[in-house]
């Protein structure tokens, strides 16, 4: 299915984060030409009110060559029937599954991003390509370095931020590799891509809303301190494929939603910009 994931409502004005980017993640069945039609109508109120509108494809448990002429498809109807901001061509779940998948490599990295970039630049140029990791390994370690290289097509390099297992340390190792992974790029050459926390959540039934909140506070504060990280986008907004919503399975609004709704409120007062955030 095309997954649309949306955050709770609420009627109250200082619930709202009013926010500046919209991610939408779309598994294989949501790139026909008929999901994407009735999902452009969503759209279109968002895009009317200058929310960026930014799309990601998700690559799948066997992602399959990456210049498949179906996924060129595939990217060509997002951008046409969409007209993202930016395109995130291929996506994983935040937290990797431990079954065994077949991961993307570098090279097939280099080739999605050259055939990406030829759809783009023939059917909708003012589209930025990003990249997004969710593993932050050693293999992510070197798609970064690629995608951050002068002349590469990438405009945004996305992470997802969760805890590990044990908890919160794994949001700060998450950070700590991407502050390494910053300076390295940096200092071989000019970086060409800005970045973005793609995904900052917790793990609710593992570790109760108040962790929940505490990781997501960690992240925004960590990527406020940092120029080179332009947006955070907060998720996963409901228990729909996993356990690690905002809103419970049962409707539930978990602590982080209002709390952190105030806080963006208060940031825009204070810093005169809104904090960015939307669902998967």
């Given at each position: ?120 630049d023939r ?95 960690h992240a ?30 049962n409707g ?29």
């Amino acid at each position: 299915h095309g997954i649309l994931h949306s955050f709770p409502t609420r009627r109250s004005s200082d619930l709202t984060f009013a926010p500046d980017v919209v991610l939408f993640v779309l598994h294989e069945e949501g790139t026909r030409a008929s999901a994407l039609d009735s999902l452009a109508r969503v759209i279109e109120p968002l895009r009317a009110d200058s929310t960026v509108i930014a799309v990601a494809l998700h690559h799948g448990r066997t992602p399959g060559p990456a210049d498949d002429p179906a996924r060129s498809a595939a990217i060509e109807r997002v951008l046409t029937r969409l007209r993202p901001g930016v395109l995130f061509p291929a996506i994983d779940d935040p937290i990797p599954s431990v079954l065994p998948s077949n991961t993307p490599s570098l090279s097939w990295w280099r080739v999605l991003l050259r055939t990406t970039r030829s759809v783009r630049d023939r059917v909708r140029p003012a589209t930025r390509i990003g990249v997004a990791l969710s593993r932050l390994d050693a293999r992510d370690s070197a798609i970064y370095a690629m995608a951050m290289a002068p002349g590469m097509p990438v405009a945004i390099v996305g992470a997802a931020i969760y805890p590990s297992y044990s908890g919160l340390p794994g949001v700060d190792a998450r950070l700590r590799t991407l502050d390494r992974w910053h300076a390295a790029a940096v200092d071989s050459a000019p970086a060409t891509a800005t970045q973005w926390l793609l995904n900052v959540g917790g793990l609710p039934h593992a570790h109760g809303d108040a962790s929940q909140l505490a990781a997501m506070r960690h992240a925004l504060s960590w990527g406020s301190r940092r120029p080179w990280v332009t947006a955070v986008i907060l998720g996963e907004p409901a228990d729909y494929t996993g356990w690690l919503g905002i809103r419970a399975a049962n409707g539930r609004v978990r602590m982080a939603w209002p709390i952190l709704s105030a806080s963006a409120a208060a940031m825009r007062e204070v810093r005169g910009q809104r904090v960015t955030s939307s669902p998967e």
